[in-house]
């Protein structure tokens, strides 16, 4: 069966400080791999996603880059963090290629920038 | 732009009643939609989703109803019970725009025993 890890599950950091997020997945080959923010009392919004080993989409304009070193690891990184990057983290994998298929959800970061 | 609209933030229910949780959207090249359970702290888990070839989609206690002429699914559960307290989200895509899901701002369903 598949498994997705995310670690840490919480994380404190200061402003300016950098990120690294990791997300791996277990039991699937070539699985496309998004990143997602949860601001507080809102929606998902998708950050980026990966169709392959180092292949990277960019939804939004932001401080938060991605990287894809490995087939079943997505990597989430800042050089410097913004107090507007504090949220719950989600990373969710999925395969196939069309748009009809389901995502999986990681259990999710929870980041505090002060 | 909210393309995905859940504009109830929060439902109270019984248990045992039916709880309807509903989600509206504009984009009318959607053609897939996908509810998500999530609990605090946790990564949202899928329940169910529907074509928009179909208007009914059944799984269990959950059912998801698509009207396309007015934008608009809803996510029937019944029984409800305790259990199925959590925000519960409404996500759609669209095809071409391949492995996108655009997400609504959830409801907070609350089954009171």
């Known amino acids: 069966s598949q498994t997705i890890h995310q670690w840490p599950a919480t994380l404190v950091q200061p402003v300016g400080s950098p990120l690294s997020l990791e997300c791996t997945v277990e039991?699937?080959?070539?699985?496309?791999l998004y990143w997602y923010r949860q601001a507080a009392g809102r929606g998902l919004q998708l950050l980026f996603y990966s169709v392959g080993i180092g292949q990277i989409s960019s939804e939004v304009p932001q401080n938060l880059s991605a990287s894809r070193p490995q087939d079943r690891q997505f990597i989430l990184s800042s050089k410097k963090l913004l107090l507007s990057d504090s949220g719950f983290y989600l990373c969710a994998w999925s395969v196939g290629s069309g748009s009809r298929s389901e995502q999986f959800f990681g259990p999710g970061t929870r980041l505090t920038v002060l | 732009d909210q393309q995905v609209k859940q504009n109830s933030p929060s439902l109270s229910v019984q248990e045992g009643r039916i709880s309807i949780l509903n989600c509206d959207y504009t984009?009318?090249?959607?053609?897939?939609f996908l509810w998500y359970k999530k609990y605090p702290a946790e990564g949202p888990t899928f329940l169910i989703s529907i074509s928009s070839i179909k208007d009914k989609n059944e799984d269990g206690r959950f059912t998801v109803f698509l009207n396309k002429s007015a934008k608009h699914l809803s996510l029937h559960i019944v029984p409800s019970q305790p259990g199925d307290s959590a925000v519960y989200f409404c996500?759609?895509?669209?095809?071409?725009?391949?492995?996108?899901?655009?997400f609504g701002s959830g409801t907070q369903l609350t089954v009171l025993p």
């Open positions: 984009n009318s090249m959607f053609d897939y």
């Open positions: 039991g699937t080959s070539n699985p496309n």
């Open positions: 996500a759609a895509s669209a095809s071409g725009s391949a492995r996108q899901l655009t």
